[in-house]
Nanobody, 124 residues
Framework: QVQLVESGGGLVQAGGSLRLSCAAS????????IGWFRQAPGKERVVVAA????????WYADSVKGRFTISRDNAKNTVYLQMNSLKPEDTADYYC?????????????????WGQGTQVTVSS
């Protein structure tokens, strides 16, 4: 079992940057694939980025490709989402999720463990 805690959200102007962190408990963090999801008010939760347990494989939604970077430090039990060139449409609650497995996963039902979320607001 793993517990996830997100941090790093906040209010930023369009064009700015934020780095989200997802800190995990447990000694087997390196066995979990991680995904970052976001949910805007009134909309479905969607994946924005995913990373394999080793970090060798990553995946991005088209809406964030070239602007967001997912990475992980298994020694620190932490996954990061660096968000650059933020746009107002990036405003949402951001969640990290984990599941055991080696590759990347794209759907919320693929993930078993979820954090509580962190809010990101991008002003125009």
């Amino acid at each position: 079992q793993v517990q996830l805690v997100e941090s790093g959200g906040g209010l930023v102007q369009a064009g700015g940057s934020l780095r989200l962190s997802c800190a995990a408990s447990g000694r087997t963090f390196g066995s979990y694939a991680i995904g970052w999801f976001r949910q805007a008010p009134g909309k479905e939760r969607v994946v924005v980025a995913a990373i394999s347990r080793s970090g060798d494989s990553t995946w991005y939604a088209d809406s964030v490709k070239g602007r967001f970077t997912i990475s992980r430090d298994n020694a620190k039990n932490t996954v990061y989402l660096q968000m650059n060139s933020l746009k107002p449409e990036d405003t949402a609650d951001y969640y990290c999720a984990a599941r055991q497995g080696g590759t990347v996963f794209f759907y919320s039902y693929d993930y078993r463990y979820w954090g509580q979320g962190t809010q990101v607001t991008v002003s125009s």
